[in-house]
């Protein structure tokens, strides 16, 4: 079983501020993390799939870094719009790779 | 490309009786996987089936059992339902499933509710 935990629980931001969340997985045997949107009423949407330590992945105005030796992925949304307003999960695969572990995830709000 | 399809949409069952979901991946993706979504967990994974064989189960009981077809379509069997079955059941196909590279996209869901 993976560890895979994500901070804060919850976010409430103004309409252009910029903001970050964190994941954090165990360092040893990592393969990969996914980055997932998941808006309400909506299927999870894949956002990055990151590999290698020292990573950078940009979509538009989200962007994320891996720091596999100390074990975290940081998401970043930059001018953050009500449009953003999402649960944010990211989730390792097992040393099989084919079973997942997700964190509870990130509820982002965007107030306009 | 049509995306990835969950029938039904919404279940009410009752204690004791079985339910059975149904997956359809996009065209091409040989690997499905299930999982269940409750209230103040996460997305908690429980199988993974690539080319008609189950690869991967997740924790769960034996009455969560699964299967694929040659087409690629899936369905996943609960038998006995109990009242913490309640859930929504989201289902992932990828191309390979390819130890984890691989992007998964999700299907909307079914919604179970067990009285």
Redesign the interface.
């Known amino acids: ?1 993976l560890n ?1 935990e994500q901070s804060p629980q919850s976010l409430h931001v103004q309409e252009g501020d910029s903001t970050n969340f964190t994941c954090s997985f165990p360092s040893s045997n990592f ?2 993390l ?1 980055w ?1 949107r998941w808006e309400t009423a ?5 956002l990055f ?1 990151m ?1 290698l330590n020292g990573d950078e992945k940009k979509k538009g105005r989200i962007s994320a870094t891996l720091n596999t030796k100390e074990g975290y992925s940081y998401l970043y949304i930059k001018g953050s719009q009500p449009e953003d307003s999402a649960t944010y ?1 990211c ?4 040393n ?10 990130t509820s982002l709000t965007v107030i306009p | 490309k049509a995306g990835v399809t969950q029938t039904p949409r919404y279940l009410i069952k009752t204690r004791g009786q079985q339910v059975t979901l149904s997956c359809s991946p996009i065209s091409g993706h040989r690997s499905v996987s299930w999982y269940q979504q409750t209230p103040g967990q996460g997305l908690q994974f429980l199988f993974e089936y690539f080319s008609e064989t189950q690869r991967n189960k997740g924790n769960f009981p034996g009455r969560f059992s699964g299967r694929q077809f040659s087409n690629s379509r899936s369905e996943m069997n609960v038998s006995t339902l109990e009242l913490g079955d309640s859930a929504l059941y989201l289902c992932a196909s990828s191309p390979q499933g390819d130890r984890g590279y691989d992007t998964q996209y999700f299907g909307p869901g079914t919604r179970l509710t067990v009285l």
Do not use: R
Request: charged letters at 5%; a neutral charge; glycine letters at 10%.
């Open positions: 079983i895979v393969y990969a996914h997932y909506k299927s999870p949407e894949a799939v590999t999960l989730a390792c695969p097992s099989t790779g084919n079973q997942f572990y997700f964190g509870t995830g």
